[in-house]
């Protein structure tokens, strides 16, 4: 009776570890779903969240980008200096 049966086929109730992005604190979620997920998810709570936006506005994190063929054409033409 204590024993709980999950019934979707599709989707079998299990649970994975994952570690918070920001304090690495470990955070148990079920895979089933977004009930079983932390409110902060991905991170352990509002302040991690919080903190991991910041980085983005200051600008810690960056993605890296390749520079567009027009502006190197503009570069070596001399366009750029004038």
Known sequence: MGQQQHTD?????????IAC???KR????????A???PRF????S????LVDL?????????????PD???EDAMSSGEASS
């Open 46 to 49: 509002e302040r991690c969240k």
């Open 21 to 23: 992005p920001t304090c």
């Open 69 to 71: 063929e027009e502006s």
């Open 54 to 66: 910041n980085a983005w506005l200051d600008a810690d994190y960056r993605i890296p980008a390749r």
């Open 26 to 33: 470990l955070l148990r979620v079920r895979t089933a779903g």
């Open 9 to 17: 086929v599709g989707h079998p109730l299990t649970e994975a570890r």
């Open 41 to 44: 998810f991905p991170f352990c």
């Open 35 to 37: 009930a079983g997920r």
